[in-house]
């Protein structure tokens, strides 16, 4: 009775089904994963988001495949805004913190034509892969990586092929095994910028041989970056203005201002000059079939991504005091360690290889009451990892780190 593509293994992994066990039980669960921003503690500026939602003009119904040209007009002013938010760099081991600028994008030549709102990423991977791939084509992204992917290609009849994401004193993607992996049925590479969870950006050199070698293959560049603004300096550049292979670079207000539940995201098509234009057009057409934007949402862009202003300094500071707390008490034993990153909202901590990173995971859950992801959940491709959110509350986060540091 149903398709193939959603013939997925529905039933809950070891790790879940003890989890929600221990839930069940009325267990206490320091959660050391926490990712939904609206409830990690921080102070939104409620009059101005609500009061923006309330416009008369909500019940004028002006369907627009591209969305509103204001809300895309606020999305481009959002790309030449630039840095403008002190950040204290707390990443480099052994490093007194320094005050540095925030990542924002600095591209003052995106234009409105060039972009299409969507509800969310998901929905513009979706649109993306519809775009460029026939069933069964083929699409490159990084492993480890956020394990969304698999399930927004089997919904889209393509099929992914990983390339590494390599740690040698920091990330980097291995080039060789990515070209090695392009075939006749390439479509596209993902980029996740940065990644999450490794926290890892494209570097200069990685961006021109990419970029190369989607000239050479005509492959496009597909390029998550919902966690740019969060970098340590210097700032990373957006692929929003790349020109020199076609470039389709995801984004939203999920992250840049906290606001995952208000659902504005969007895609810049950048590239060269006649194939941006066709993809275009080819997304207008893809967009137009689903005009699936609000229109309360679109007529707050403005506001919303305004909101970034007062949300991400909180973003930063817990991440700032939570970084230094887990460097803290990881310099009283000598089993871990946490790996360098470089933006982002995760901390990847690596740890002996005992027994499964799910089964440590698990005795973790059960013994200490301590909720943390294996690495396994982001496909890092051995045991001796586990994930960590940055933007837990430093309580939780304290107490959590105390609790399972002696017992790893």
């Not at 966690?227 to 957006?238: I, K, R, W």
């Amino acid at each position: 009775m149903f398709s193939r593509r959603t013939n997925w293994n529905l039933t809950a992994n070891r790790f879940a089904s003890v989890h929600q066990d221990l839930l069940r039980e009325g267990r206490k669960i320091l959660d050391l994963t926490i990712s939904n921003p609206t409830r990690a503690g921080f102070d939104y500026d409620q009059p101005a988001i609500l009061d923006a939602l309330r416009n008369s003009n909500s019940l004028d119904y002006d369907p627009q495949p591209k969305g509103l040209r204001s809300a895309r007009e606020a999305v481009a002013g959002y790309y030449s805004s630039g840095p403008d938010i002190p950040f204290p760099d707390p990443f480099k081991v052994g490093n007194p913190l320094r005050c540095s600028k925030g990542a924002g994008p600095n591209l003052k030549q995106v234009e409105s034509e060039s972009i299409i709102l969507s509800t969310s990423t998901s929905e513009g991977y979706s649109y993306v892969f519809r775009l460029l791939c026939n069933p069964d084509d083929e699409v490159l992204v990084p492993k480890p990586s956020y394990p969304l992917f698999d399930f927004l290609a089997d919904l889209q009849d393509v099929k992914l092929v990983p390339y590494p994401l390599i740690y040698d004193h920091g990330w980097q993607i291995d080039l060789h095994v990515l070209e090695q992996a392009i075939t006749s049925k390439t479509r596209a590479i993902v980029l996740v910028h940065p990644n999450n969870p490794t926290g890892s950006y494209v570097k200069a050199d990685e961006r021109a041989r990419l970029n190369r070698l989607c000239r050479e293959h005509e492959l496009a560049l597909i390029v998550d970056e919902v966690f740019l603004d969060y970098a340590v300096a210097p700032a990373p550049s957006s692929f929003a203005m790349n020109r020199e292979a076609l470039t389709f670079t995801l984004s939203g207000v999920s992250k840049i201002s906290a606001l995952p539940q208000m659902k504005l995201a969007w895609i810049v098509v950048s590239g060269p000059e006649n194939i941006a234009a066709e993809a275009m057009h080819r997304l207008e057409v893809i967009a137009d079939t689903y005009l699936s934007q609000n229109a309360p949402v679109q007529l707050a862009a403005e506001t919303l991504l305004d909101q970034r202003k007062k949300i991400q300094p909180q973003l930063r500071s817990r991440i700032e005091g939570n970084v230094a707390e887990l460097d803290h008490q990881l310099a009283g034993q000598k089993s871990c360690a946490r790996l360098e990153v470089e933006g982002g909202w995760y901390a990847v901590l690596r740890v002996p290889v005992t027994r499964s990173d799910e089964d440590l995971a698990i005795e973790l859950l059960t013994k200490q009451s301590v909720l943390v992801h294996p690495g396994h959940f982001y496909d890092f491709p051995q045991d001796g990892y586990l994930v960590l959110s940055l933007i837990t509350p430093p309580m939780t986060f304290r107490e959590g780190i105390s609790r399972i540091l002696p017992n790893i």
